[in-house]
């Protein structure tokens, strides 16, 4: 880049990270999605803002071969300011590295990382329930991402150098990102490249930024929660918070591990609220856990039953998808880091799972006979009024299922 582009960038982040300071210090900013914060105290997590600045301006400088030490270096450091916890968790993640290398059979090694979960979250859950509840939405996807990555691949031996370049990945660490932005394992290590360009500058920095307005948003919409908007609009109204309060987050550790030299392809959300069926939602929102529901759970069924009929393969492979998948990834591995509310939240889960199952599989069932009928929607002034009707429905009930 020129010395004008660098300059504009540097002063772009610093304001960037002032934004954040401040929001951290003088407003309710938590540093996740769904209720999970950090728990640092507004001091600790300028320190986590500064150590990310000057990581990204040491990787502008440092030799090639340097540049996964000074990430990894930086993401320990990040994970340091957490103290004993943070040092303890370190610890399980080398250990669960080292046990998944052990020579078991393939179906112990697809159990064990279940037990290492269900272990670390009967530890931890005595001991910092609070902390250890932040880490399993830290670590605990990723390390589903790695399992399946091996088990695809013939269980080949791990290097450590990625699966620490996978899980100190520092914004990753600051922004616990839960189901926002999940990184396929295989592609985060070879897709690094740590000398900044202008195309990823500009989309780092424009992601950092999409992430601050959703929050000047955010506020402009918690302003209407006083009065009575009745009980779908406020159901609605919920609903826009809720998509705004994981926009901010997951926009802003997206644009930070850009600018840490991770080029994943898909940004993470594209205005879920423009979406105008259930399948156009999940594409929309939390674009990386669809990603990986659909390679774990979706595309394997589909593929086992590729010679039955089309229709029963797929709502088999939703139904495997939203309700196993969704199990895994929505409960599992949230509560069994926090027992008490294990059997509180299982029906809600499962409500909620089995309602999307039955509109994912009846919109990619129609889908499906439309697309063997060669079938059009329809165009002009009657293509703008069904559109907009589907856009009302999906939008009111995703609301109301995101409710449960």
């Given at each position: 880049m020129t010395r004008a582009r660098t300059l504009a960038t540097w002063l772009a982040l610093l304001a960037a990270a002032a934004c954040l300071s401040v929001l951290r210090e003088?407003?309710?900013?938590?540093?996740?999605?769904?209720?999970?914060?950090?728990g640092v105290s507004s001091a600790q997590f300028d320190v986590q803002l500064a150590l990310m600045l000057a990581g990204v301006a040491l990787l502008q400088v440092v030799p090639p071969r340097r540049a996964r030490l000074v990430v990894v270096a930086e993401g320990c450091a990040c994970l340091a300011v957490h103290g004993v916890v943070g040092a303890a968790f370190a610890v399980a993640l080398v250990a669960w590295f080292f046990v998944l290398e052990l020579p078991l059979p393939r179906r112990l090694r697809l159990v064990l990382p279940v037990l290492l979960l269900l272990a670390t979250g009967l530890v931890g859950g005595r001991l910092a329930?609070?902390?250890?509840?932040?880490?399993?939405?830290?670590?605990?996807?990723?390390?589903?991402?790695?399992?399946?990555?091996?088990?695809?691949?013939?269980?080949?031996?791990?290097?450590?150098?990625?699966?620490a370049l996978y899980f100190t990945s520092p914004a990753l660490v600051v922004f616990p990102p839960y189901v926002t932005v999940i990184p396929f394992y295989e592609r985060h290590a070879g897709s690094f490249a740590p000398r900044l360009d202008v195309e990823r500058a500009r989309l780092g920095i424009g992601h950092i930024g999409t992430g601050l307005l959703a929050q000047l948003a955010l506020w402009a919409v918690r302003a209407q929660l006083g009065g009575d908007h009745g009980w779908l609009g406020t159901r609605l109204l919920d609903y826009v918070i809720l998509v705004l309060g994981v926009a901010r987050i997951a926009h802003i550790a997206y644009g930070l591990t850009l600018l840490h030299g991770f080029a994943d392809p898909r940004p993470p959300m594209r205005a879920p609220l423009l979406a105008t069926d259930v399948v156009d939602m999940w594409n929309r929102f939390q674009v990386h856990q669809k990603d990986m529901q659909v390679a774990f759970f979706y595309?394997?069924?589909?593929?086992?039953?590729?010679?039955?009929?089309?229709?029963?393969?797929?709502?088999?492979?939703?139904?495997?998808?939203?309700?196993?998948?969704?199990?895994?990834?929505?409960?599992?591995?949230?509560?069994?880091?926090?027992?008490?509310?294990?059997?509180?939240?299982?029906?809600?889960?499962?409500?909620?799972?089995?309602?999307?199952?039955?509109?994912?599989?009846?919109?990619?069932?129609?889908?499906?006979?439309?697309?063997?009928?060669?079938?059009?929607?329809?165009?002009?002034?009657a293509g703008f009024a069904y559109t907009l009707v589907c856009w009302a429905a999906t939008q009111a009930f995703t609301a109301v299922v995101f409710s449960w």
């Open positions: 003088k407003a309710p900013f938590p540093t996740s999605v769904f209720r999970i914060d950090s329930p609070t902390r250890t509840f932040l880490f399993s939405a830290l670590f605990g996807m990723r390390l589903m991402m790695v399992v399946w990555d091996k088990w695809q691949r013939g269980w080949p031996r791990g290097r450590f150098g990625d699966w595309a394997p069924v589909l593929i086992a039953l590729r010679r039955a009929n089309r229709y029963v393969a797929i709502v088999a492979a939703t139904a495997m998808t939203m309700l196993v998948g969704n199990f895994a990834v929505h409960f599992l591995l949230r509560y069994v880091f926090a027992l008490p509310s294990f059997g509180e939240r299982l029906g809600p889960t499962f409500a909620f799972a089995a309602a999307q199952f039955v509109a994912l599989a009846v919109t990619l069932c129609l889908g499906e006979w439309r697309r063997r009928r060669k079938r059009r929607p329809p165009r002009g002034m």
